[in-house]
């Protein structure tokens, strides 16, 4: 499982260098989320180690040029912070829907809350199924334990967690997050539009939403 997990990290990592990023980050942060309460498994942190060496091999030929450009650029640290707040999320950007029989309501109702950056809606239908699951989630959460690994419950609440840190994080230099990660995390830096993290928005939803289509 670990193989085949660095295996999906290195595809998406090849795929776009923000989708690998994103991946990244997210099984980072799963990778604590559900070790906490659990014994402590020899196994699982193998298998997270062996996921961790099988994307580094399969990505480090691709990424070698890139570093090779940075380093003769003079640069470890490449970030415009004034280029990423016009590439950064608003309250309007999770309101507007990007089609354009939605433009009618994105001029005339969504006007007051600023300019339109990106039109990151998750749709009407996947924000139902979601409030869906997460209501099926709570109401049977007495049934199983919920600190299992397995549990709905924290499965659910992981993806939610997932997706307020992303919208936190699209919301670019302004809210901290985004800053934070770029001086922390190796190779932020080549993610320029912070608003891009919508995409994980609706990622955690959409699987939010499947335990409520469930």
């Known amino acids: 499982r670990g193989v085949v997990l660095g295996l999906s990290l290195a595809a998406a990592a090849l795929s776009c260098g923000y989708y690998g990023i994103f991946a990244g980050l997210a099984v980072g942060l799963a990778a604590v989320w559900f070790a906490i309460g659990q014994p402590h498994h020899r196994r699982y942190w193998l298998g997270l180690a062996a996921a961790l060496i099988v994307s580094a091999v399969i990505v480090a030929p691709a990424l070698r040029p890139y570093l090779q450009l940075r380093a003769e650029a003079g640069a470890r640290r490449v970030v415009n912070f004034d280029e990423a707040r016009d590439f950064s999320a ?3 950007a999770y309101l507007s829907s990007p089609s354009h029989v939605h433009e009618w309501i994105n001029d005339r109702w969504l006007r007051r809350l600023g300019p339109m950056r990106e039109g990151l809606f998750p749709g ?3 924000s139902l199924f979601a409030v869906a699951g997460i209501w099926a989630v709570r109401r049977s959460g007495g049934a199983s334990n919920r600190m299992s690994i397995r549990s709905p419950t924290r499965i659910v609440s992981f993806y939610l967690a997932v997706a307020l840190l992303a919208v936190w994080a699209s919301l670019g230099p302004v809210a901290g997050l985004y800053t934070w990660l770029t ?9 320029r539009a912070p608003g891009r993290f919508g ?5 955690a939803l959409a699987t939010v939403a499947g335990f409520g289509l469930a």
């Not at 001086?183 to 993610?191: D, H, T």
């Open 90 to 92: 608003n309250l309007r």
């Open 124 to 126: 009407l239908i996947v």
């Open 183 to 191: 001086e922390s995390v190796p190779f932020m830096s080549f993610l």
């Open 199 to 203: 995409v994980v928005v609706v990622f």
